[in-house]
C-alpha cells in the first residue's frame, strides 16, 4: 500500500516571503505576480492576518466534500493524499464550489470553456517521487512534504520543544482530517481559521443521512400509495356493484308486479 | 371600445418583443462571451439566480402535476379532474425551461449528458440531475395523450391510447415518488453547505422543509394559470374547484409554517430573526408573503370565493415562495461568503426569456388542445359554479 502523502505547513516558521506562491505559479506557467487571494491563477497565496503569515491552500480533506457533491464524479482522492480534478469529466456546474467549507476551488469566470482549479498537491510529481514544488521552495522549511504519519510526529515534536507553539494540529482531526497539516503560534480563530462546521465528521455526512432516508422513505410511500389507489379502486368497484345489484333488484321488482 | 382592445394586445405585444429581443442579445452574452461579460457571479458566489430562480422556483412551482395527478389516480379525488391536464401541462413546461436553464447554468453546456453516464451516487446534485430528467420523460408520458388525441391516424391514436391507459397508473405512481424524492433533493443540495448558510435558513432538515413548501406554491401557479385561461381563453372550469383549491393551499401553508416554525425553534435559530441583520429583514419579507398574508385572507370565503381575491392571492403565495427560494440560495450565503451579489440584467432578461417562452407555450395548448374544458355555450357569467349560482364577482 502506498503510504499517505501530506504536508505540514508551520505558520510560526513563515516569513512571508511569497516563494511557495511564486514557484506554484511558474509550474503553472501563471506569471509571478502576486494575488491577494486563492483565484483561478493562484492555488496558495500567502496572507497576512494581524503581522501572521498565512498560507491559504487545499486542505486535501480525506472525505472531501467537494468530491462528494460532484454529479459526475470528476473529483476524487487518490491513495496518496491528493485531492484531483478531472477536467474531462466536469460539467462545470460549480457545485463543488458551494460545497467546499475552505472556499478553495476557484473558476475561470472569463473563459468561454471555463474549468475549476485548485492545488493538486502536485500530484503527478509526488507520484514520480519529488516533493511538492510549494515545499521544495521553502526556504525555512515552513512547509515540508513527506509521509503523512511522520510529519505528524513531527508537527507534535515541535509542538513539544516549543511552548509558544498551540497545542493543536489543524488538519489533523477538523472535518475528517486531510493531507495538509499545520501547527501555530497564534490561536487558528485568531488566524481566520472558522470552527469546523461540522466538527471531527467529514462533510460528506450532511448528505449521507437525507440519501441514505430515501430508500425507506420511497419503499413506504410507494407501498402507502399503492394501498390507497387499491382503496380507492375497491370502492369504485363496491359502489359499481352496489349499483348494479340496486338496479336488478328493481328489475325483479318490476317484473313481479 | 374596438380601439382599447387593440391598444391592449399592441401593449401586451410590446412587453413580448422587448422580452424576447433582450432575451435573445443576454443569450447571445452568455454563450459567446461567456459567465463574466453575462452574469455577476463570483468565487463567493458560485451560483446566483439561473439557479434560485430558474432552477429552485422552477421545479418548486411545477409541484402541482404530481400533486393534483396523486389526488385524482391515487385517491380517486374526481373533483379535480377538470384541472389535472392543467396542472400536468404546467409542471410539463416548468421541467422543460428547467431543462433550458440548465445549459445556461453549467460553465460547460455541450456536456449536459455527462450525468447521465458518469454517476457520483453521493452527490445530491446527482440524484437531483437524474430525477428531474426522469421525471420529465413521465410528465412527457402523462401529458402525451392531449397532443395524440389529436393526431389524424384513428387506428393508430387509439391503440396507443388503449397501451397508455394500461400502464398511466404505474407511471403516476413512480411520477409522484420522483417528484417527492426531487423536491426534497432540492433543499438538499444545501445541506453541505453547513456554516456558509445563516442560521434562519439551514436546518439538517431543510429537504423536508423543500419539499412542503414546494406544494401550496406550485397549487397557487396552477390557480392563477387557470384563472388566467379562464379570462382570456375560451375554457371554463366550476369555480369551486379553484376555491377548494385556495383552501388547500391555506391548509400546506399552516402546515409548513408549523414544521418551519418548530424547525427555528429546535434548531436555536428563532433569535436571528430579531437581530438587526439583512437576513432578518428577508426573513420576515419571506414569512408575511409566504405564509402570513396568505393564511390570513384565505381564512375568509369572500377572499377564496371571488376569482380576483383568489388569484392575487395566489400570487402574493408565488410570490413569496420565490423570495424564499432566493433566501436560500442567494441571501443566506452572502455574509459567510463576504460578498454582495445582484444579478447582471443579462441573468434576469435570459431567465425572464424562458420563463415567457413557458408562458406563451402553455397559452397555445390551452388553445389547441383539450387542457381545461372548453366553453360552449356563452353564459351569463364566466364564473358560475356547477350548482348553478354565479360566484360572487
Ligand atoms: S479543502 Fe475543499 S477543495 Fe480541498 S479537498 Fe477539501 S473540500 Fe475539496
Ligand atoms: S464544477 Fe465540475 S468538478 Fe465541480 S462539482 Fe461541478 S462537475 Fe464537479
Redo the contacts between chains.
Keep these: 500500500m502506498t503510504k499517505q502523502k501530506a504536508m505540514l505547513i508551520d505558520i510560526k516558521r513563515c516569513i512571508g516571503c511569497l516563494s511557495c506562491e511564486t514557484a506554484c505559479k511558474q509550474l503553472h506557467g501563471f506569471g509571478t505576480d502576486p494575488e491577494p487571494t ?2 483561478d491563477t493562484a492555488f496558495t497565496v500567502v496572507e497576512t492576518r494581524g503581522g501572521t503569515f498565512v498560507r491559504k491552500v487545499c486542505m486535501h480533506c480525506n472525505d472531501p ?1 467537494c468530491a ?7 473529483i476524487g482522492k487518490t491513495a496518496m493524499g491528493p485531492v484531483v480534478y478531472n477536467a474531462d ?7 463543488c ?3 467546499c ?1 475552505y ?1 478553495v476551488p ?2 475561470q ?7 475549476v482549479k485548485k492545488c493538486d498537491m502536485c500530484a503527478d510529481r509526488i507520484e514520480a517521487g519529488k516533493s511538492t514544488a510549494c515545499a521544495e521552495a521553502c526556504p525555512v522549511e515552513a512547509t515540508i512534504f513527506g509521509d503523512r504519519d511522520s510529519l505528524i510526529a513531527e508537527a507534535w515534536s515541535r509542538i513539544r520543544g516549543d511552548s509558544s507553539y498551540v497545542p493543536r494540529i489543524y488538519g489533523l482531526e477538523e472535518l475528517g482530517g486531510g493531507s495538509v497539516l499545520f501547527v501555530s503560534d497564534v490561536p487558528f480563530e485568531k488566524l481566520g481559521f ?1 470552527p ?3 466538527g471531527n465528521q467529514p ?2 455526512t ?6 441514505g432516508d ?1 430508500p425507506k ?2 419503499i413506504m ?2 407501498t402507502i ?2 394501498a ?2 387499491w382503496v ?2 375497491r ?2 368497484e363496491v359502489a359499481l356493484a352496489e349499483a348494479e345489484e340496486k338496479a336488478t333488484i328493481n328489475r325483479s321488482k318490476g317484473k313481479r308486479s | 371600445m374596438i380601439a382599447r382592445i387593440k391598444s391592449e394586445i399592441t401593449l401586451w405585444r410590446v412587453i413580448v418583443a422587448i422580452i424576447f429581443v433582450t432575451g435573445l442579445y443576454a443569450t447571445y452574452i452568455r454563450f459567446f462571451e461567456g459567465f463574466r461579460a453575462s452574469t455577476n457571479l463570483s468565487d463567493q458566489m458560485p451560483w446566483g439566480l439561473w439557479v434560485g430562480l430558474g432552477t429552485l422556483c422552477g421545479i418548486g412551482l411545477s409541484a402541482a402535476g404530481f400533486g393534483i395527478s396523486a389526488a385524482v389516480y391515487l385517491l380517486g379525488m374526481e373533483r379535480y379532474r377538470p384541472i389535472l391536464r392543467a396542472s400536468i401541462l404546467i409542471s410539463f413546461l416548468g421541467y422543460l425551461t428547467v431543462m433550458v436553464g440548465y445549459l445556461y447554468e453549467i460553465g460547460l453546456p455541450w456536456r449536459f449528458w455527462h450525468p447521465i453516464v458518469m454517476w457520483n451516487h453521493r452527490s445530491m446534485l446527482f440524484d437531483v440531475c437524474i430525477c428531474i430528467m426522469t421525471y420529465t420523460t413521465v410528465l412527457t408520458f402523462e401529458f402525451a395523450p392531449a397532443v395524440i388525441e389529436k393526431l389524424p391516424w384513428k387506428a393508430f391514436r387509439e391503440t396507443v391510447l388503449r397501451y397508455h391507459h394500461k400502464i398511466l397508473i404505474g407511471v403516476v405512481l413512480a411520477g409522484v415518488l420522483l417528484s417527492s424524492m426531487h423536491q426534497s433533493y432540492l433543499g438538499g443540495l444545501f445541506l453541505i453547505a453547513r456554516g456558509k448558510i445563516h442560521p434562519l435558513w439551514y436546518s439538517q432538515y431543510m429537504h423536508a422543509l423543500f419539499y412542503l413548501s414546494a406544494i401550496p406554491a406550485g397549487l397557487a401557479l396552477t390557480v392563477m394559470a387557470i384563472y388566467l385561461s379562464m379570462r382570456s381563453l375560451n375554457v371554463r372550469v366550476d369555480f369551486s374547484i379553484l376555491s377548494d383549491c385556495g383552501r388547500m393551499i391555506q391548509m400546506l401553508l399552516i402546515v409548513y409554517a408549523f414544521f418551519k416554525f418548530l424547525d427555528l425553534v429546535s434548531n436555536q435559530a428563532l433569535g436571528y430573526a430579531f437581530q438587526r441583520t439583512s437576513e432578518a429583514g428577508y426573513f420576515w419579507l419571506e414569512v408575511l408573503l409566504f405564509l402570513a398574508i396568505p393564511i390570513f385572507l384565505l381564512s375568509y370565503d369572500f377572499v377564496r370565493s371571488n376569482p380576483e381575491r383568489l388569484y392575487w392571492t395566489s400570487a402574493i403565495v408565488v410570490a413569496g415562495f420565490m423570495v424564499d427560494r432566493l433566501n436560500v440560495s442567494i441571501n443566506s450565503l452572502q455574509t459567510a461568503m463576504g460578498t454582495h451579489y445582484v444579478p447582471k440584467w443579462t441573468e434576469l432578461a435570459s431567465s425572464v426569456l424562458v420563463i415567457a417562452a413557458g408562458v406563451i407555450a402553455f397559452r397555445y395548448a390551452v388553445i389547441y388542445l383539450d387542457i381545461l374544458p372548453k366553453m360552449t355555450v356563452k353564459p351569463a357569467t364566466r364564473w358560475i359554479s356547477n350548482a348553478g349560482v354565479p360566484a360572487q364577482a
Design positions: 486563492l483565484s466534500a462528494s457533491a460532484c454529479p459526475v464524479g470528476a469529466k466536469c460539467i462545470g456546474c460549480r457545485y464550489m458551494l460545497a467549507p472556499q476557484r473558476y469566470w472569463t473563459k468561454l470553456a471555463p474549468f472558522k469546523a462546521p461540522t462533510m460528506p450532511l448528505t449521507a443521512s437525507a440519501l430515501s422513505v420511497v410511500g410507494g400509495l399503492s390507497l389507489y380507492t379502486q370502492r369504485h
